[in-house]
């Protein structure tokens, strides 16, 4: 057995003796990775959706995480009209924003707010459009400033949103972790400043905990949001431990150094279960773990070649060995338990001499080289994208071809992705909800080229036309037909080769109460109590 294993069957037998080392008063969360902002409109890393959605903000609609259906929040009801085409918010009274050491907001949360948290990412002469950036990775990849055509103050506290034309999605993706509302009022405040940049790395919004103190790296540290609208239960303090190393997060679970801990490996699964202080929740994950070719560079805009290289490998071979029976074979680029999915599509099958007999029809000889970019991080799509790339690395190179394997630190990863300097990359996609238009144009929209998250570069038109007559229509068994459609064009045509749809995992001590799977996306710690 590995020294890891050994440190932890170590640990764990001294835990009985060990006490607590968190704060009584606070819960300690073993994150993997620092966020890139503490806005989530700004990027659709779980790690920044994570440290910030869920935490800081709130949004006018919420999904409830047992159900899965839409529920009220900053948003008390709404109505819709009979062409579909203009929804009317009715908004909570005396929301309260975070009070900082530099702010003090002089009023309640208001329709002035709702205005300027989606105008910002909508209309491009907003004066915070390019702040940090200028890229809105989840709305641009849905076109949603192009849907909503107005967003209008009725009065302090009813707002109208008038879209183009009718699209089944739009409440689901107003539910998101990416649809979170700033504060208008603290905008002006920093554009008084001459500080707009404060708005994502000093952040204020109405969420059950406010962010205190934050280290590159160390730690996310919060505090308890005391006028908080929700009469749920708050800690007065929490606390993100980044903790890269899934091995030390669970050290640290066990020596009750963290009360839980992101993405426990799936190597450790069983030795988490087998300890009684410890809770291990699991669900099927809503994800897709895949690997994209950049169809923008030939050879991979060739699909013969792209069909060629997935036979070359063994997917039943790549999940036991990195998901250890915690995953399952993907068919399509949504799981078994989205209604989209079609069962009936054939994927491709390991058939290394039809592959190499394929390549060398396409003219690709014998020594072609190229690269597979791998994640440096844990996902619940991909708990090990470097292990699984140099399993492809040997699988390659039984067809002929040698393939190099190229990582970098993940905020670096990300950008370089989005310039589309790889060849292929081992990545993935987990859902935002439960419709699944939240997979097929994220991940394979001509919108989500320019957005960064179609990392296939793969523009068709056909696809396209698709998926949005799919939003035509409410009943489900008319989207069906468009989205099966989609289903044979995607096998067909093979901009990204489905790999594994995973389970999700939460572990954390048991005096921990409240904690559940998000199933639609980040962490949530507002309403979770330590025991005593």
């Excluded at 047992?66 to 085409?85: E, F």
């Amino acid at each position: 057995m590995t020294l890891v294993v050994l440190l932890i069957t170590f640990l764990s037998a001294c835990d009985a003796l060990l006490q607590s080392t968190t704060d009584p008063d606070g819960i300690v969360y073993c994150s993997e990775g620092s966020p890139a902002s503490f806005n989530p409109q700004l990027d659709t890393s779980g790690t920044t959706v994570d440290a910030s959605s869920h935490q800081i903000y709130d949004r006018l609609i919420d999904f409830d995480p047992v159900t899965g259906n839409i529920v009220p929040a900053l948003a008390t009801s709404w109505l819709t009209s009979d062409d579909g085409k203009t929804y009317t918010f009715q908004l909570r009274k005396e929301v309260a924003f975070h009070k900082t050491e530099t702010f003090k907001p002089t009023r309640f949360f208001n329709a002035d707010d709702v205005l300027f948290s989606i105008n910002r990412w909508r209309l491009t002469d907003h004066p915070y459009h390019e702040i940090s950036g200028g890229r809105y990775p989840y709305t641009d990849s849905l076109n949603l400033g192009e849907l909503i055509t107005q967003v209008k103050r009725l009065n302090g506290y009813r707002v109208e949103i008038t879209l183009s034309k009718p699209e089944s999605s739009f409440l689901a993706n107003l539910a998101t972790d990416f649809s979170v509302i700033l504060s208008s009022e603290y905008a002006d405040k920093l554009t008084s400043r001459n500080q707009k940049e404060l708005i994502d790395y000093s952040p204020v919004g109405t969420g059950p905990y406010q962010l205190s103190s934050f280290r590159q790296d160390r730690y996310i540290r919060y505090k308890k949001h005391s006028e908080y609208w929700r009469k749920i239960e708050l800690t007065d303090k929490l606390i993100f431990d980044i903790t890269p190393s899934s091995s030390l997060r669970l050290a640290k679970l066990l020596t009750a150094e963290c009360d839980a801990i992101a993405l426990p490996a799936h190597s450790e699964l069983e030795v988490i279960r087998k300890q009684e202080n410890l809770v291990l929740d699991e669900k099927p994950g809503l994800n897709i773990g895949f690997w994209a070719f950049n169809t923008s560079k030939p050879p991979f805009n060739n699909p013969k070649v792209r069909r060629a290289l997935g036979m070359a490998i063994d997917r039943n071979v790549l999940i036991e060995a990195i998901y250890f029976n915690s995953a399952i074979t993907a068919k399509n680029i949504v799981p078994p338990t989205s209604w989209a999915f079609q069962a009936d599509v054939r994927p491709l099958s390991y058939n290394p001499s039809a592959a190499k007999k394929l390549l060398q029809e396409q003219g690709i000889p014998d020594g072609f080289t190229m690269n597979i970019w791998a994640m440096p991080v844990q996902r619940a799509y991909n708990p090990n994208a470097i292990k699984m790339a140099e399993l492809i690395q040997v699988y390659l190179q039984e067809v002929g071809i040698k393939a190099n394997i190229i990582s970098y630190e993940w905020s670096t990863f990300r950008e370089r992705l989005t310039e589309g300097l790889h060849d292929s990359v081992l990545i993935g996609w987990s859902a935002d909800n439960g419709d699944p238009d939240n997979f097929y144009r994220p991940l394979l929209s001509c919108a989500a080229i320019k957005s960064g998250t179609n990392r296939a570069m793969w523009c068709s038109q056909e696809y396209d036309l698709l998926i949005n007559q799919a939003l035509d229509y409410t009943e489900i068994s008319e989207r069906t037909y468009f989205y099966g459609k989609a289903n044979e064009l995607l096998a067909e045509q093979l901009p990204l080769i489905p790999i594994a749809h995973a389970s999700r995992y939460q572990a954390h001590r048991k005096k921990l109460s409240g904690l559940v799977i998000n199933p639609f996306g980040g962490v949530r710690f507002g309403g979770v109590k330590k025991l005593q």
